[in-house]
């Protein structure tokens, strides 16, 4: 036994030293009083009040310390607060799930359905998310006089969330952007790697995400500051190029190698390059057109550039996989989001996507900068917002 315990404990110095060699933090995951603050600010932005109505959503695969602050956070501030708790569904993919936004937990029960509608704010600590669950529509419709919001608290380390905490300023900067989008009719993408890629965005639904929501029917998540578009059928062609230092959040991995994209009518048509990355790529592409039979995980699902000047294009290298979503590279200031997969406004359902925010783009709205080189143009944005 003595030998056992020894043999154990050698092992795990070495893993230690490991993971301390390579630059990866042990981090502990308990009640912290900062982190409560952290929560609790975040919740009055989404103006959370005594004898508010507050459902938890979980599974059982949630990160329990996001959860525990959530409900102390909530009681804290006068809220009532209960917990729907469901089994994280059996696996049907024929690859690994990640960074969809689209939980499957709910599996279209009634009664849990019946409950969030009548709640006035949803806590969604599931591991995907709700975003595009096909559940939430019916949800956010409401029922007895009451219409939720839903916050998404993404999957993060509460170390994250707290560096993240929103800033009210964001909404007004996100919404402008929003405007411009809805407005335009092209968008035009381009970088020195060799992007350049032409969006139509007549027909687009627009979207924006500031970090919080404070009325019904609203739908944000944390971290945030982003704006996106879906664009309809048929409006992107031309060529994506991933240069080293661009991120796969699916893989949760920044690129090494150069990946050229080439995009017809929507859809990835050629993947070129060598290496570990490109390999990686055509493998999981390949495994949902294997499993479907069509090309729709190939396809454009979203579009558009973070606005959050608080998060940081770096953070995954400070953190073990399992502490980090990624949530906060999709916003950090000046990215081009290009994501694939599930689109309802062209008409696509899928459960295989892709998110790759990019550095060192630059966007063009109906001809007008508003990106240049992986940075934001200083007055397009704030002076409307102001």
């Avoid at 952290?38 to 938890?56: D, G, I, M, S, W």
């Avoid at 799930?97 to 969030?116: E, F, M, Y």
């Avoid at 999981?284 to 057109?289: C, L, S």
Wanted: net charge negative.
């Amino acid at each position: 036994m003595k030998f056992h315990i020894n043999l154990l404990e050698e092992f795990g110095a070495h893993l230690l030293i490991g993971l301390v060699s390579q630059g990866v933090e042990m981090l502990i995951e308990q009640i912290e009083h900062r982190w409560l603050l952290a929560f609790e600010r975040t919740f009055a932005l989404c103006k959370v009040q005594p004898n508010e109505v507050v459902a938890l959503l979980t599974e059982s695969q949630s990160r329990r310390v996001n959860v525990d602050l959530a409900r102390l956070a909530l009681q804290q501030m006068g809220a009532k607060v209960f917990e729907v708790c469901l089994p994280t569904p059996a696996l049907s993919a024929p690859a690994p799930i990640r960074s969809t936004g689209a939980t499957d937990v709910i599996q279209n029960l009634a009664p849990v359905v019946a409950a969030l509608q009548r709640v006035h704010l949803i806590i969604d600590c599931t591991v995907e998310g709700m975003l595009h669950a096909p559940e939430l529509p019916t949800i956010l419709k409401g029922a007895d006089g009451v219409v939720p919001r839903l916050f998404m608290i993404s999957n993060e380390h509460p170390e994250i969330l707290e560096r993240t905490v929103p800033d009210p300023a964001l909404e007004g900067v996100v919404r402008n952007a929003m405007k411009k989008l809805r407005s335009a009719q092209h968008m035009h993408v381009t970088s020195k790697a060799g992007t350049d890629l032409n969006i139509q965005l007549k027909s687009a639904v627009v979207g924006g995400v500031w970090g919080f929501c404070s009325k019904p029917g609203m739908v944000s998540h944390w971290p945030g500051g982003l704006a996106l578009a879906f664009p309809a059928a048929g409006s992107v062609n031309g060529t994506l190029v991933m240069a080293p230092g661009d991120v796969n959040l699916t893989f949760k991995r920044y690129v090494r190698d150069t990946i050229h994209l080439t995009i017809e009518n929507d859809t990835i048509t050629r993947i070129q390059g060598e290496g570990v990355d490109v390999d990686m790529m055509r493998s999981y592409y390949q495994a949902w057109i294997d499993k479907e039979g069509h090309r729709d995980a190939c396809a454009v699902s979203h579009v558009g550039f973070g606005l959050n000047p608080a998060a940081r294009w770096d953070a995954m290298t400070f953190y073990d996989k399992r502490d980090c979503n990624g949530t906060e590279l999709r916003a950090f200031a000046g990215n081009f989001l290009y994501s694939t997969g599930a689109n309802e406004v062209a008409g696509r359902h899928t459960l295989g996507h892709f998110d790759l925010p990019m550095r060192n783009c630059s966007i063009a709205l109906d001809g007008q900068f508003v990106v240049q080189a992986g940075e934001l143009v200083k007055g397009v944005f704030e002076s409307a917002a102001s």
